[in-house]
T-cell receptor, first 113, second 116 residues
Framework: SQQGEEDPQALSIQEGENATMNCSYKTSINNLQWYRQNSGRGLVHLILIRSNEREKHSGRLRVTLDTSKKSSSLLITASRAADTASYFCATDAGGTSYGKLTFGQGTILTVHP | DGGITQSPKYLFRKEGQNVTLSCEQNLNHDAMYWYRQDPGQGLRLIYYSQIVNDFQKGDIAEGYSVSREKKESFPLTVTSAQKNPTAFYLC???????????????FGDGTRLSIL
């Protein structure tokens, strides 16, 4: 079952602008992860935020998590053409889920030079 | 370099044919996963395996089968019972974290399966 909903489905911006993607989920989680996928390739892990964390930074990435609203956002600052890709959130329910992830539908980001 | 290798990159299936997708990892990860991705969609879990000789069905296991005879290998067979096999198939692996839970997944570069 697809737990995550992401919006927008597609985002088109100019280089140097910030890009914000949102993710909502339905059940309780142990952590939430963001992945990036270049066209025709596998996914690459970007950042993980645990359920007891509210904000996390990694380079130009900033992730927030609001467990009361069951939502997360990914902010990419000062975007570059090389950031063009699909971005997915994924939730890990923890417990006996053995690392299984439930993915959202993804946001297609296009950054114009 | 450690990583996950999926082969072949492209695969074509005839009607009534079973085909097997290969997934090999040299990361010494315990857990391996198979996902299906349809155009413009997220990933859906087909099967996963926590340890050798053990695996569980994911959300869309019907028409698929797997084996886990070695820690490094987790092949996926798309059987003739899967009536709509055209998709992008991704294999991933993970290992347990010393803090509890599981580390983020590492992915291969996928196999694109089409029907002839």
């Amino acid at each position: 079952s697809q737990q995550g909903e992401e919006d927008p489905q597609a985002l088109s911006i100019q280089e140097g602008e910030n890009a914000t993607m949102n993710c909502s989920y339905k059940t309780s989680i142990n952590n939430l992860q963001w992945y990036r996928q270049n066209s025709g390739r596998g996914l690459v892990h970007l950042i993980l935020i645990r359920s007891n964390e509210r904000e996390k930074h990694s380079g130009r990435l900033r992730v927030t998590l609001d467990t009361s609203k069951k939502s997360s956002s990914l902010l990419i600052t000062a975007s570059r053409a090389a950031d063009t890709a699909s971005y997915f959130c994924a939730t890990d329910a923890g417990g006996t889920s053995y690392g299984k992830l439930t993915f959202g539908q993804g946001t297609i980001l296009t950054v114009h030079p | 370099d450690g990583g996950i290798t999926q082969s072949p990159k492209y695969l074509f299936r005839k009607e009534g044919q079973n085909v097997t997708l290969s997934c090999e990892q040299n990361l010494n990860h315990d857990a391996m996963y198979w996902y299906r991705q349809d155009p413009g969609q997220g990933l859906r879990l087909i099967y996963y395996s926590q340890i050798v000789n053990d695996f569980q069905k994911g959300d869309i296991a019907e028409g698929y089968s797997v084996s886990r005879e070695k820690k490094e290998s987790f092949p996926l067979t798309v059987t003739s019972a899967q009536k709509n096999p055209t998709a992008f198939y991704l294999c991933a692996s993970s290992t347990s974290s010393w803090t509890g839970g599981w580390q983020p997944q590492h992915f291969g570069d996928g196999t694109r399966l089409s029907i002839l």
